[in-house]
């Protein structure tokens, strides 16, 4: 059992940036897969950003450019950093980790992000 705690969102203004981060309570190294996903209500939970056996990178069209997602192996650590935030990127955002492919994998509880003027 893997426990993940996402810290960093909040309020900010469009073209501002906030970096999240989600912090396991296990090694992450040999993770299959790391990604952060989020939920704007009404709409579906979608994926944002992954890595991929910690080395390749996918990103949703919609944040390409935008957003990065990397990792700090000696912390167990997962960021995704996001700039130029737009209010479309309004959301609840979670992190998930797998071990194996084809998995559901572990989440976390969610922060809230909100872009607002």
């Known amino acids: 059992q893997v426990q993940l705690v996402e810290s960093g969102g909040g309020l900010v203004q469009p073209g501002g940036s906030l970096r999240l981060s989600c912090a396991a309570s296990?090694?992450?190294?040999?993770?299959?897969?790391m990604g952060w996903y989020r939920q704007a209500p009404g709409k579906e939970r979608e994926l944002v950003a992954v890595?991929?056996?910690?080395?390749?990178?996918n990103y949703a069209d919609s944040v390409k450019g935008r957003f990065t997602i990397s990792k700090d192996y000696a912390k167990n650590t997962v960021y995704l950093q996001m700039n130029s935030l737009k209010p479309e990127d309004t959301a609840v955002y979670y992190c998930?980790?797998?071990?194996?492919?084809?998995?559901?994998?572990?989440w976390g509880q969610g922060t809230q992000v909100t872009v607002s003027s």
């Open positions: 998930n980790v797998k071990n194996l492919p084809g998995v559901v994998g572990y």
């Open positions: 296990a090694t992450i190294f040999s993770m299959y897969a």
């Open positions: 890595l991929n056996g910690g080395a390749s990178t």
